[in-house]
Nanobody
Framework: QVQLVESGGGLVQAGGSLRLSCAASGRILSINGMGWYRQAPGKQRELVAG???????NYADSVKGRFTISRDNAKNTVYLQMNSLKPEDTAVYYC???????????????WGQGTQVTVSS
């Protein structure tokens, strides 16, 4: 069983910063991709940022230059540094892990429970 636990969400004023963390636990041998998605009320879940085990990163156009994703492979943890936050960044942010190799199986897609980020104007 693999669990993803997010932390770091909260309420912040526009222009402020937050740092999200997501730690994967379980009998994990390796994780291919890790990333962050978000879902605002009434909208579909969208990719915010992703990173591979090799260090490649990609970002949604709306967050480029403001958000930075990073990863600690030894700790199976991914971070999202969010700067210059805008009210439109308000959403539930979900951690995602893909290609999780455990001692017993490969899990294609794992999700965290989500953490609320609210940006006030």
């Amino acid at each position: 069983q693999v669990q993803l636990v997010e932390s770091g969400g909260g309420l912040v004023q526009a222009g402020g910063s937050l740092r999200l963390s997501c730690a994967a636990s379980g009998r994990i041998l390796s994780i291919n991709g890790m990333g962050w998605y978000r879902q605002a009320p009434g909208k579909q879940r969208e990719l915010v940022a992703g990173t591979t085990s090799g260090g490649s990163t990609n970002y949604a156009d709306s967050v480029k230059g403001r958000f930075t994703i990073s990863r600690d492979n030894a700790k199976n943890t991914v971070y999202l540094q969010m700067n210059s936050l805008k009210p439109e960044d308000t959403a539930v942010y979900y951690c995602n892990a893909r290609g999780v190799l455990t001692t017993t199986r490969i899990m294609n897609d794992c999700w965290g429970q989500g953490t609320q980020v609210t940006v006030s104007s």
